[in-house]
């Protein structure tokens, strides 16, 4: 009969001694004399740690002491509860993943106690010589610390260890050897107009509803018709989620006349479906596929009879930030990447073959742009012509503060105030 690892501890009676005890996470504790009152109040209190702290069923090693690798279990599996939005985990969960990676290789067998600040450097260290960048290692210096600060909320570490962590400090701009990437910056709206053709049609819309809405690229892709309001001259659209709804914001997002032409073929479908759904693009993109068709149709295949009847990896309800990103990525690489690049000639040497992928890679780095690109640029184009108030009210923001990431400053107002006063 299989071990039920998740039932609850029983309270047991200990015969040799006459006490009551309870074993949890393979560690006998004993409560006092059997059925009394005090042994009761001690068992529900050990119990109800034990369902606070998520179930654990790891046995402590012999030494007594909690090891790295135990600290890092038990967190992920509070992750992945705690960082859940409508039933589903967010980003914010697998953002903890590389750096609990890193930690559990490299210390995964140290006792906790022993993971001190020399131990967090060596790790920053090592993130440095790998070559990233130095915003990307302190965001993970700063995951590591919250693991160990969030142990020790559950008694499971001493709390000395994450204050003694604390003490690390960032890496600063100028005073290491970690690269720095360059912000966010807007993109061309010629090179965006240049890209649309080469996307699918639910794409290129997506693209053009969010340069005039200025939303994020998330908040195109949960756009359902159910979560718009048509009542007035400018529609609004309340997203069911959003980035920032665990802080009690709320968003609404305005469209415009331009904004609602682009929108409204889309609104023709059940109220509570996605109105951008890949099943559309698919069909768009076999429909000109068959339109190529040179083989006569009382020849091979006609139209639906060569398709599996169940496929692998049917096209999904709605898109991801990650699909997005692809297929704007693609068009990007079929409308501006030379054909040097995207293939080599046939008598291509292995070291040919590196050095062009090599190139492409670089290329692709600096010439691809991202959808969340398109609201830096909504941003920018409104605070030039309406002011940075309209660019927060726009975006969203409680602060101007945020604002003024996105929206970069006005280059002309500048220009013409020197050419005036200096």
């Known amino acids: 009969m299989p071990r039920l690892v998740a039932a609850t501890p029983k309270y047991r009676h200990h015969r040799a001694s006459g006490q009551a005890v309870v074993t949890i996470a393979g560690k006998d504790h004993y409560l006092g004399p059997w059925k009394s009152k005090a042994s009761t109040v001690e068992y529900d209190r050990l119990i109800g740690e034990w369902l606070a702290a998520g179930r654990p069923t790891a046995r402590p090693p012999a030494t007594g002491e909690i090891t790295v690798m135990e600290v890092v279990r038990a967190f992920w599996r ?62 993970n210096v700063h995951r590591i610390r919250k693991t160990f600060r969030w142990a020790a909320s559950e008694q499971l570490i001493p709390a000395l260890i994450p204050q003694a962590l604390a003490t690390v400090e960032g890496l600063r701009k100028g005073h290491t050897k970690a690269k720095d990437h360059a912000p966010v910056s807007v993109v061309d709206n010629a090179r965006v107009e240049a890209t649309l053709p080469h996307l699918p049609r639910t794409v290129a819309d997506m693209v053009r509803l969010q340069r ?101 990896r049917a096209p999904g309800v709605r898109y991801s930030n990650d699909s997005y990103r692809r297929a704007i990525s693609r068009a990007c690489i079929v409308a501006f990447m030379p054909v040097e690049l995207r293939r080599g000639p046939k008598d291509e040497t292995a070291d040919q073959r590196q050095a062009r992928r090599t190139a492409a890679a670089k290329w692709r780095a600096e010439n691809v742009w991202f959808p969340h690109q398109l609201r830096h640029t909504a941003a920018t184009d409104i605070r030039k012509r309406f002011g940075l108030e309209s660019a927060q009210a726009t975006l969203g923001h409680t602060r101007l503060e945020v604002t003024q990431i996105y929206a970069e400053k006005n280059q002309d107002l500048a220009e013409r105030v020197a050419r005036e006063v200096g």
């Not at 590389?98 to 131990?119: I, N, Q």
């Not at 309001?229 to 006349?257: F, L, M, Q």
């Not at 559309?280 to 009879?305: F, I, M």
Request: hydrophobic share 30%; with cysteine; glycine share 6%.
């Open 78 to 139: 509070h992750a992945q509860a705690f960082y859940v939005k409508n039933g589903r985990m967010t980003g914010t969960a697998d953002n903890y993943k590389p750096a609990l990676a890193l930690l559990k290789t490299r210390y995964g067998h140290t006792a906790a106690s022993d993971f001190g600040p020399l131990a967090l450097k060596s790790l920053r260290a090592s993130m440095v010589e790998s070559g990233h960048s130095r915003r990307y290692i302190n965001e």
């Open 212 to 312: 005039l809405t200025g939303a994020r690229p998330g908040e195109i892709i949960a756009m359902r018709p159910a979560d718009i309001d048509r009542s007035g001259e400018v529609w609004t659209y309340t997203p069911a989620e959003h980035k920032t709804e665990h802080h009690n914001h709320r968003r609404i997002i305005c469209i415009g006349p331009k904004a609602q032409a682009v929108l409204l073929p889309y609104l023709l479908r059940d109220a509570e479906s996605h109105c951008f759904q890949p099943a559309d693009s698919e069909k768009q993109r076999r429909r000109e596929v068959h339109a190529k068709r040179t083989t006569p149709l009382s020849c091979g295949n006609r139209p639906g009879t060569n398709r599996k009847r169940r496929c692998e």
